[in-house]
């Protein structure tokens, strides 16, 4: 598959992330970002926004030079929309993520192991997905297709459970954990497991990462067809979603408390995961301008989160 990258730039974008991950995941745990470090979490996560924002300009001021203001323009473009839609996304991992948290019952100085490790996963699960998905549509054209009606598919359902809850009680993973493993009554330290008569029990921390794990697969099968109706460049694909990725857990933190006020973003994120799947149905029909969906994509993200501050959230039902 075609991309505007040499190797040179897979080499230096490689070896920046596992600097940036070294960065994220050993400076920011050496500071102790818990929830009380609100405001250390908060400029770590505008460091990585800024960072985000800085390579894509200078995406956009190297490819000027080399392959034209148009092209410049286009990819800048492509790269700056699926960012968009991954950190959406990411947000709503978030969510997740803190509902894990809750159910659970995990006290904040516990949940940093959990959290580095389900950054992991995430940046890990998108780079081999990025990977199958561009080799997938350079040898079957008709799996855009596949990804527009699955996308379609999962925005609709976003849509129609918007607001509710999901019962982890019938969660089939968590069901069958339970039932087969040798559980602990309680959490021993950030252990996921301890040794009890030779026999290896599992703590509920190692229940949460593993249901952390579950939700990274469910978040990049959501997200890699996103990106590929943007672009089919890997190197814009691979570079948004791993910028995206970053600063996940310092994010964390930042939302940890503010999940209730953004109550509306799973229906904006719904109609943005529909226009994309609509976009990658139509793509040999009508491509749709990428400036065109970066327009659509950020007024229907805005209007959900303008909504969810203006509008209450309903109080719960009794007995809720």
């Known amino acids: 598959m075609e991309t505007i990258a ?42 990585w926004v800024a960072l985000a924002l800085a390579f894509g300009g200078w995406l956009w001021w190297h490819l000027h030079g080399t392959s034209g203001p148009e092209a410049a323009r286009e990819q800048a473009l492509a790269y700056f929309t699926g960012y968009l ?23 904040p ?63 089939p993973a968590l069901r069958w954990m339970r039932g087969h493993l040798a559980l602990t009554p309680g959490f021993e330290g950030e252990r996921f497991w301890v040794l009890k008569d030779g026999v290896r029990t599992y703590t509920p921390l190692f229940l949460v990462l ?10 990049a099968v959501d997200s890699i067809p996103a990106i590929f109706a943007i672009t089919d460049d890997p190197f814009i694909v ?31 994120l719904a109609l943005v995961l529909m226009f994309i799947g609509t976009k990658m149905l139509l793509i040999d029909v009508y491509k749709i301008p990428v400036f065109l969906a970066l327009g659509v994509v950020g007024a229907l993200i805005a209007a959900s989160v303008v909504a969810s501050l203006v509008v209450r959230p309903r109080p719960p039902a009794r007995g809720d």
């Open 6 to 47: 040499t190797p040179a730039m897979w080499a230096g974008f490689f070896l920046f992330v596992v600097v940036a991950t070294v960065v994220d995941l050993k400076v920011l745990s050496a500071r102790g970002a818990t929830r009380g470090g609100l405001r250390e979490a908060l400029a770590w996560s505008a460091f």
């Open 85 to 107: 839609i991954e950190k959406s996304l990411s947000v709503d991992n978030i969510f997740v993520f803190l509902m894990l948290f809750t159910y659970f019952a995990v006290p």
């Open 109 to 171: 100085e516990l949940q940093r192991r959990t959290l580095v490790y389900g950054v992991l996963g995430a940046i890990a699960l998108r780079i081999v997905m990025i990977l199958v998905g561009a080799w997938l549509i350079a040898q079957f054209h008709w799996i855009l297709y596949v990804f527009g009606l699955f996308l379609l598919a999962t925005g609709g359902k976003m849509l129609f459970f918007a607001g509710e809850k999901p019962d982890l009680e019938k969660n």
């Open 210 to 219: 593993v249901m952390i794990g579950v939700t990274d697969i469910v978040f």
């Open 238 to 268: 691979m570079t948004s979603n791993i910028f995206a990725v970053l600063g996940l857990r310092a994010l964390y933190f930042v939302l940890a408390d503010m999940a209730d006020r953004f109550h509306l973003l799973s229906y904006g």
